[in-house]
């Protein structure tokens, strides 16, 4: 296979993954809000009887008692927590490099603009200043957990 051939055949799976991405984010952000409306109090309230109904009716003497239950159902909804905002930040970095990726396609087409419209070349502009180093900075699942949490 030519070279060009394969650098337009990765082109395209580029286009196919970003493309999936995109409705992977959306089809995600429904599913959140779909979520979090279907639990009312009143449901929330059922879950935890019913729950609490089946520990007791399925506790055997000796081996698992409410408190390791209770210990239990903390340490899987932390894991999940965590693992929802290691989502949102990987899909938060994969914003920004998207954001600024087509940033500079920008600066690009509109020097080149520039530079037709002109019939010479224009002097580029200065670089912009760096971010800070918080701003660089992916926040680890437990930051971005609590953050989630207080909104």
Not at 84 to 113: G, I, L, N, R, S
Request: proline letters at 5%.
């Amino acid at each position: 296979m030519k070279f060009g051939a394969l650098q337009r055949r990765v082109k395209r799976c580029e286009q196919v993954v970003a493309v999936r991405m995109a409705e992977t984010q959306d089809n995600w952000g429904v599913l959140s809000q779909v979520w979090r409306r279907g639990w009312s109090p009143l449901r929330i309230v059922v879950v935890g009887l019913a729950g609490g109904f089946v520990a007791g009716k399925l506790e055997v003497p000796g081996k698992v008692n409410g408190a390791r239950w209770l210990q239990m159902i903390g340490s899987v909804s932390n894991l999940m927590a965590s693992g929802q905002a290691a989502f949102a930040a990987a899909m938060a970095t994969h914003a920004a490099d998207t954001a600024d990726e087509a940033a500079e396609t920008a600066d690009a087409a509109a020097d080149t603009a520039a530079d037709t419209a002109a019939g010479q070349a224009a002097p580029r502009p200065a670089p912009a200043a760096p971010r800070a180093a918080d701003e660089l900075r992916v926040p680890q699942p437990a930051e971005a957990a609590t953050d989630v949490s207080e909104r």
